[in-house]
Structure formats: C-alpha cells, structure tokens
C-alpha cells in the first residue's frame, strides 16, 4: 500500500533560482528507496524541500492517510547543546506524544544495540560525529514513524553500526514503515534498496529497480556502481 508521495518541482536556495526540478517519487508500505547522484546533484536539497526545509520550493509530502508521521535524519546531527542524549529521546517523545513505558523499553533496545548505554546521560556535544549520528538514528527510531528520510545514513558509522542500522531497518520494514536514504554508499544501496532514484543535475535520470538502471545505463548485469559510473559520465565533449 502506498505511504506517501514526495513531490519536489522546484527547490532552491534563493527565490528564482532553481536546483531541483521536478523530482517526484512514491513510496509504499516496507519499501527501501535509495536516492543517489553524484556530489552536488540536488540529492538534500529534495530532501530539505519535501519536508519543508527550503524556503525556495514548491514541493511537499503528499500522505495516503493526512496525517503521517516520518523521522528525518540530517547529514550533520543537529542536538540541543545543553541537553543530554536521554533527555532528546524525552523530549522527541513528548512532542509526539507516545505512550511513555513502550518508549522507553525501545529506546532503550536501540541503545544497546548501538551499544550507546555507557553515554546515554552524556551531552550529545560531547560525542564524536558517528556518535552524534547514531544519536539521531536511535531518536528517530524510538519516535516509530511510517517513513524514515536518511539523509547519507552511513557516513561516520563504524561497520558494526552500519550492521544493526540495516537489521533495524528491515524490522521495521517488516512492520510497515517506508524509507527513503540518500547515500553514496552504492553496494549497500544495491543490496538493501528495492528502487533506486538517480538524480543528476538537479532531474531524475533514471528510476526504478536495478535492472530498470541497468537497462537505462545499457549495461545488463552491471553493479549498481557502474551503472551509476556509466549514466553520470560527464563528456567532455559535451561540456
Ligand atoms: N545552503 C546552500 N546555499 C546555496 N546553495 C546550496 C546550499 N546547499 C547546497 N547548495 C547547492 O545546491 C546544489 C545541490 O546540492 P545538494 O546538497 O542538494 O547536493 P547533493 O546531491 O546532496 O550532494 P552531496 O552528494 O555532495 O551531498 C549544489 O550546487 C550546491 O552547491
């Protein structure tokens, strides 16, 4: 069953200029939709403007059901300084209002399995970049929403953590939700990721499963890298 679609047709950092153009996809109940590109392509600029992050947009999240909830996880972790990591898990729970005993029992599960327990009463300003990221991932998963929005969710996370990250994410596919992760991280992407959209120069140039990309880039049985390698190429003959 469909979740939610994300529609972006114009988004940019100032009125008139525009990056993205219309970059628009669905999503549906368990379904893994890896965003790639290369550097610069529009990849979190989508993103920031399906939620609502870009002034200079036209584009939101349409919902099946009005009123969905989705976690979003930034490239750079953003924390409240002079709250410890415990108190964010207390404060995002507030705000959603979620029954207070469940929440707290799968926090504390995703704590330990990111094997966090040891700083959980810390600042967060006080933890290294992939702690800081493991932070925000074990909010948004204690927050139980429909749809998860990663933007490049593996940088900074050692690989034990990029293990259970994954094995989290395919429970709680399992359960329903909906992702959506932008990430350079093509062999992971290939093999966790039902449908791939690949953005280049701020449009969508191909979309679908892997061997919708591969039929695009003409490469059948190419990695999901060469075909990402092959369609993103500039000619320098074009330039
Ligand atoms: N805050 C900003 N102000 C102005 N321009 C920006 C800003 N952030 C990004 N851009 C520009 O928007 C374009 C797309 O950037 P975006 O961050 O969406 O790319 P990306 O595909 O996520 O790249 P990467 O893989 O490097 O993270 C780039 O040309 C970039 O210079």
């Not at 490239?75 to 959603?96: D, G, M, N, R, W």
């Not at 990663?150 to 094995?167: C, K, M, S, Y």
Request: contains cysteine; aromatic residues 8%; proline residues 3%.
């Amino acid at each position: 069953m469909k979740i939610a679609t994300a529609v972006v047709k114009k988004a940019g950092y100032e009125t008139g200029k525009s990056i993205v153009d219309d970059v628009t996809f669905e999503v549906h109940e368990g379904e893994q939709i890896g965003v790639i590109g290369p550097n610069g392509a529009g990849k979190s600029t989508s993103i920031k403007a399906m939620i609502g992050l870009l002034k200079a947009k036209e584009g939101a999240i349409y919902w099946e059901d009005g009123h969905s909830r989705y976690a979003y996880v930034p490239e750079q972790p953003i924390y409240y300084k002079e709250l410890t990591f415990y108190e964010h898990i207390t404060v995002a729970c507030s705000s959603f209002e979620l029954d207070e005993k469940k929440t707290r029992e799968s926090a504390e599960r995703y704590i330990e399995q990111f094997e966090m327990s040891e700083v959980k009463h810390h600042y967060v300003e006080s933890f290294s970049k992939g702690m800081q990221q493991k932070a925000m991932i074990i909010i948004a998963l204690t927050i139980r929403p429909n749809l998860y929005i990663f933007d490049e969710p593996f940088i900074g996370l050692d690989p034990r953590a990029t293990r259970v990250l994954l094995e989290i994410l395919q429970e709680e596919r399992q359960r329903g939700a909906g992702v959506i992760m932008s990430t350079h991280v093509l062999d992971t992407a290939e093999r966790v990721c039902d449908r791939f959209i690949l953005i280049h120069k701020g449009s969508v140039l191909a979309h679908g499963d892997l061997t919708v990309i591969q039929e695009t880039a003409n490469l059948p049985e190419a990695t999901l890298f060469d075909c990402f390698d092959a369609l993103t190429r500039t000619n320098p003959h074009d330039a």
